[in-house]
């Protein structure tokens, strides 16, 4: 299956845009015009907006796309057992097309439930990346850097590191964007994680790393380097506006003081740090009062396990009431904004479709029972699933129309596959 | 719209129960054959039931349907302010139309995510009632019972409880059930709290009440009464093995003990509690540890804001796993049971399709890509969202079949009017 073929230009005519039906048209992946006036031209693509409602893509701001393939096969244990026991000796046995129909497979749910753009750390990312680009996503895509303070092996995932780099960028679409993805600072050398500070500056690559996920990372890196880990990163010379950071449940008010300032963003996830019971919840009022740059992440698919931003979305507002005490906390509009990738401009930067903007859309049903009354941003968070996107558009590639991605069945029956080489298909849930 | 015609047999085909592809025959709203060897037979309506899976049909434990109608209106405010300034004052205005046409596209929402029976508590109960009727769903309803204390209105208020008691049993369907419905104990008075446990008992209803949502409320028992809540209950003859106690957030060991003796029936409701920030969470383990009866509401759609029910079965479990820091907490196969209404005898009091019993299941689509990989349970619980559904059955009526429920957009379109009528309706969401 290649890629979709883009229609040169796309019109949207007479979708619902803040409450008043426009035209939307694209040309070379960039929304053109968009307006009460705009109406289809000879030659267009028109797709008739009439019932439904025009909103920015979603950016999944950290996953493990191709733990598909692991989902449902080891829940409801603890982080240890769960990956000493059941996802390492999985892992292990991994080859570049499990990653890559494993990630096919979480690109359907992801265009399904309106994600455009996800950034991912697995192994073979020349996999993944080749599975977002065949599926028509924006991917940033790297491969987790795990030295364990081994010299040699730091050399080695080093090396690894950058022939994946080289091998996503010899990919040559600017849909698909390479990263370096050290794993944490609790697997990943001093050494090495200074490297990947200097090739993230000279390469200008994003820069993903879990942080203080759980307070025994604090703990550890307080007893190891006398600091915080924010502290820690920002020594190393990793704290800056190249860097994700993943979780940061255990952040401090010192550490938001130092994220804010460098301008580093946090992609929290919530739903897999309360299903591996991290402790504890992200400190998001700290953190909007500090205006740290954020992002919202589903996590691995193994430990979340769904790709359904929107379903995360309403997790986070809902976590956040009730971890503040206060219903108050978290509005649908902050919590709407920080699911489209606007609050940090490494995800997207802005929350609203304009000309001149890349035309990366979702077309909601509006006229569903659940988006049919009150407000739609509420509606999105809080009504919603992500079943309610009609239409995913991704660079003016029309990804999803009527609630059908293309391929689906045939992407579905080679994740079983290759599950099944994997030893981790249930056979109980298949069909003889 | 009438209420669905039931064909007089149904016959599911090639459908996956427990792994293995069976037959499943309808007759006068029963099952009546399952098996291998089971096929259709002249003059059965056949459901091809290949990539499809077989499952009980969804208890939703407790909800306002009709509260769909301010979905969106007033999100992100306290408790009070939500209730006092915004929902109080609109009540004040309803009509049983407002109600019908609320609860008709409630019950869209619950028939295309799979619950086939619903406990509600709202004004016009009879207008729930038909509307539920008209659905084609089971029903158990009562109107809230409000008398703060005054006698005059005590007197008012227990006649019109008897008069839509009457009402409810004049459709005289066995999906409709009436029901007692006093409020909380914090607004019934301890005189008529007493009387509706005399009639519930006489004539054999289900008693709904709201109890311990908030640590006030036990505050406040204690200072009035000298005992907490469920103890209180338990004095005025209200603990019993008809009464399903929704919330029971800030309930003691002491109370459980009193709980599980009794045999009442606890509805949890792990969205709205985290939306309106109640404090806490339900007391699982400890529950659990009882064997007290146990079933999972969202509320009403007003407070949370969705009617899927597995979207808040995930909730509930990954709310279980932070609160009490343990991965393996609420794990899926019984969080499942949870919401199939299995864990009381009021709700469903089982969890598996057998000859004999009635036919309310669902058929979901097993080649989904959320519910492709691993565990069906587990898929449903932490992968899927309701939207996975493809066929919605009640007492052998085909209520939805391919996603489809039908007269959707007339349900969407008057309950848009009704919400126009209330001052409810935002106005930038409506087309032109």
Redesign the interface.
């Known amino acids: 299956m290649s890629p979709p073929v883009a229609a040169a230009t796309l019109c949207v005519d007479g979708v619902?845009l803040?409450?008043e039906?426009v035209g939307l048209r694209t040309a070379a992946g960039e929304i053109v015009e968009l307006g009460q006036d705009v109406a289809p031209r000879a030659g267009d693509r028109v797709i008739d907006g009439?019932?439904l409602g025009a909103v920015p893509g979603l950016v999944n701001a950290h996953t493990h796309a191709a733990m598909?393939?692991?989902?449902?096969?080891a829940?409801?244990?603890?982080?240890t057992e769960?990956l000493e026991q059941h996802i390492w000796p999985a892992e292990a046995r991994l080859e570049a097309d499990d990653v890559y129909w494993g990630t096919r497979?979480a690109c359907?749910?992801m265009i399904?439930t309106g994600t455009t753009r996800f950034l991912d750390m697995y192994w073979h990312p020349e996999a993944t990346a080749r599975a977002a680009l065949d599926a028509g996503l924006r991917g940033v895509i790297g491969t987790p850097l795990i030295d364990l303070g081994d010299p040699e092996r730091a050399g080695r995932v080093r090396a690894a590191a950058l022939e994946s780099t080289a091998l996503v960028e010899d990919l040559a679409n600017e849909r698909i964007e390479p990263s370096l993805t050290p794993h944490a600072i609790y697997t990943v050398s001093e050494q090495s994680l200074r490297w990947v500070a200097e090739q993230s500056a000279a390469r200008d690559l994003i820069v993903q790393i879990h942080l203080s996920e759980t307070a025994r990372e604090v703990d550890d890196c307080l007893a190891t380097h006398g600091v915080r880990p924010a502290q820690y990163l920002d020594r190393v010379g990793l704290l800056g506006e190249r860097t994700v950071l993943a979780h940061c449940v255990h952040v401090d008010d010192s550490e938001l003081d130092l994220i804010a300032e460098r301008g580093a963003t946090i992609a929290t996830n919530p739903?897999a740090?309360?299903?591996?019971?991290v402790?504890g919840?992200f400190p998001y009022a700290a953190a909007r009062a500090r205006n740290v740059r954020l992002g919202l992440g589903t996590d691995g698919?193994g430990s979340?396990?769904?790709l359904?931003l929107l379903?995360d979305a309403?997790?986070f507002?809902?976590?956040q009431?009730?971890a503040?005490?206060?219903?108050?906390?978290?509005?649908?509009h902050e919590v709407w904004r920080l699911a489209t990738g606007a609050r940090s401009p490494l995800l997207a930067g802005r929350n609203m479709l304009a000309a001149g903007t890349p035309a990366d859309f979702l077309l909601v049903r509006?006229?569903?029972?659940?988006l049919?009354?009150?407000?739609?941003e509420?509606?999105l968070i809080?009504?919603?699933?992500?079943?309610v996107v009609d239409t995913t558009v991704v660079a003016g590639q029309v990804l999803m129309s009527g609630g059908i991605v293309e391929g689906?069945?045939e992407?579905?029956a080679m994740?079983?596959e290759r599950?099944a080489r994997l030893g981790?298909?249930?056979?109980?849930?298949?069909?003889?």
Not at 68 to 73: A, D, I, S
Not at 324 to 332: E, F, G, I, T, Y
Not at 424 to 431: L, N
Request: glycine share 8%; hydrophobic share 45%.
């Open positions: 619902l803040d409450g039906p009439r019932g598909t393939l692991f989902r449902g096969y829940d409801d244990l603890p982080l769960w497979l359907v749910e399904r739903a740090n309360m299903k591996l019971a402790g919840a698919p979340n396990n769904s359904d379903a309403k997790l507002a809902l976590l009431k009730h503040s005490a206060d219903a108050a906390a978290a509005p649908a509006t006229d569903s029972p659940e049919s009354l009150g407000d739609l509420a509606g809080y009504a919603a699933s992500g079943s689906e069945a992407i579905v994740a079983r599950a981790v298909a249930r056979s109980t849930r298949r069909a003889p």
